[in-house]
């Protein structure tokens, strides 16, 4: 059974760089043919997708970010990446990495991390 | 982008009632569209996905349907479990896009 967990420091500050891991257990990243999605939730609001990788490594990401994201996979290590740049407050939220096939809804998810933008 | 816009944003109810949930669509789009559950501390959970299929061990009781622009949730004789906040999602185009979220709360 696939599982995810996220990873990466809890606090982050304004104008810096946001990273975050998804080590990937109970399955392989690149033969799966899988998407590997990030999405976050700001505190007490809803969901936002952020982007994500194909096993292939191909993104899409959500245009509303796509200049400050960048998310990769790491193979050797069956783990995916999240990368944010010039983070705000406005980017302090829960954020969760999920596991989708294409044309799928997210049925696997991480129990999410918390970070916090804040000097 | 596929704009989804989910009513009511609450929802106030008893053990035992029916509830419907509407997402709407910003353009007419295929069935791609998941419905998620969500408890306070934890990650959605998915109970629906191509509109109106049921997810593995997802009770009976959770219904889906609807297509082109409009979709619902049903959920029938509403259980103490079922107290949380419910999402829609479309993975028909990127970026995916989510509603605002219903929060099913106790009357």
């Known amino acids: 059974q696939l599982q995810l967990q996220e990873s990466g420091p809890g606090l982050a500050k304004p104008s810096e760089t946001l990273s975050l891991k998804c080590t990937v257990s109970g399955g392989s990243i690149s033969s799966s043919g899988s998407y590997w999605d990030w999405i976050r939730q700001p505190p007490g609001k809803g969901l936002e997708w952020i982007g994500n990788v194909f096993y292939s490594g191909s993104t899409n990401y959500n245009p509303s970010l796509k200049s400050r994201v960048t998310i990769s996979v790491d193979t050797s290590k069956n783990q995916f990446s999240l990368r944010l740049t010039s983070v705000t407050a406005a980017d302090t939220a829960v954020y969760y990495c999920a596991a989708r096939k294409p044309n799928a809804a997210v049925n696997c998810w991480g129990q999410g991390a918390l970070v916090t933008v804040s000097s | 982008d596929i704009q989804m816009t989910q009513s009511p944003s609450t929802l106030s109810a008893v053990v035992g009632d029916r509830v419907t949930i509407t997402c709407r669509a910003s353009?007419?789009?295929?069935?791609?569209l998941a419905w998620y559950q969500q408890k306070p501390g934890k990650a959605p959970k998915l109970l629906i996905y191509?509109?109106?299929s049921l997810e593995s061990g997802v009770p009976s009781r959770f219904r889906g349907s609807g297509f082109g622009t409009e979709f619902t949730l049903t959920i029938n004789s509403l259980q103490p479990d079922d107290f949380a906040t419910y999402y829609c999602?479309?993975?028909?185009?990127?970026?995916?896009?989510f509603g605002g979220g219903t929060k099913v709360e106790i009357k």
């Open positions: 999602q479309q993975y028909d185009s990127f970026p995916l896009t």
């Open positions: 191509k509109a109106s």
């Open positions: 353009q007419s789009m295929s069935s791609w």
